[in-house]
Every structure is written in C-alpha cells, then in structure tokens.
C-alpha cells in the first residue's frame, strides 16, 4: 500500500484514483489527439451503435454523467473534426442524433484500444480485467455509482447531531 493510502479517507483515494486515471488516459489519448472527455463521448456513441443505437445528444449526456450543454459543445467539435455526424432526430425535431463518421469509427477503435491496455495495467493488481476482484471491484463502482448524492443543505447540517 502507497504511503498516500494509509490512513486515508475512501473519498480521497477516489479522488486520487480517478486524477490517476484521467492522467493517463490523457496522455494516451493525445497522439490520436482526443480529450477524455471527447474519448468518453465516442466510446460511448460507439458501443451504443455496435447495439443498433442512434443516442440522441441527451442520452449520451445521461450515459457519460456529462452536462448536456458540454455534450452539446464536444458534439460540435467532433463534428468539425469529422469525427460524428449531427442530425436531427425524425421523432423529436428538438434533439439531435449522433452518429460515428467512419474517420471516427476508425479513431474510436484506436482509442479503445489505447484505453484497454490502461485498464489492463490499471487492473492488473486485482488479477486483471477478466479476474474475479476486477469484476468485485466493477460491481462496487456500479453500486457507488447508482448511489444517490446530494450535497447537504444548511437546513441538513442543522439536523446532525
């Protein structure tokens, strides 16, 4: 255990965890010259078109935890790097479909591939990707995740004892 584990909180260490995630996926993703949040996006858009999905805007914000205006903004700009496609949804003229471009295709499967090897690295003490405490550790997050959490109002605090 590092000297910056003992004795910490589980928020700092998530903390710490997700700043030393972020870091390498950036520095990975930069030769394909992606953000992580732009990878998160892509990622996202191309495993839910490999099941038959056209997200609109929306959804993809309500899957990455992105704000929708941010998705709005990362759309725009992969759109100008030829990445996506921007359409309007036929059923909904207010939203807006996002499809993979084949240029984007093509970088989205590179990028999954450099973020793959991260996680294999990353994963590798819990006995890898495939590995029972790899997939303990998936199923905790998910939890955490599924987790409400709300920031205490003035009104809670005066409540604690």
């Known amino acids: ?14 903390w710490r965890l997700s700043m030393k995630w972020r870091v390498a996926v950036d520095r990975a993703l930069a030769p394909p ?19 038959g999905l056209r997200p ?11 704000e929708p ?15 996506v496609a921007r359409t309007r949804d036929p059923d909904d003229p207010r939203a807006v479909q996002l499809t993979l471009t084949g240029h984007g295709h ?12 991260l996680l294999d690295q ?7 990707q495939h590995g029972q405490r790899a ?13 409400p959490l709300d920031p205490p109002t003035e009104n809670d605090e005066e409540h604690q004892p």
């Not at 609109?56 to 992105?66: E, I, P, V």
């Open 33 to 51: 010259g992606l953000t992580h949040a732009q990878y998160a996006l892509l990622g996202s858009l191309y495993g839910m078109a490999r099941s």
């Open 1 to 14: 255990m590092s000297s910056a584990a003992e004795n910490a909180t589980a928020g700092f260490l998530l």
């Open 135 to 147: 997939r303990e550790f998936t199923r905790e997050l998910a939890t955490l995740l599924d987790a």
């Open 56 to 66: 609109s805007q929306r959804r993809l914000a309500d899957h990455t935890g992105l």
């Open 106 to 117: 093509d970088v989205t499967a590179r990028a999954i591939t450099l973020v793959q090897g």
């Open 122 to 128: 990353l994963l590798e003490p819990l006995g890898g």
């Open 69 to 83: 205006l941010y998705v709005s903004k990362l759309a725009r700009a992969l759109e100008g790097a030829a990445l």
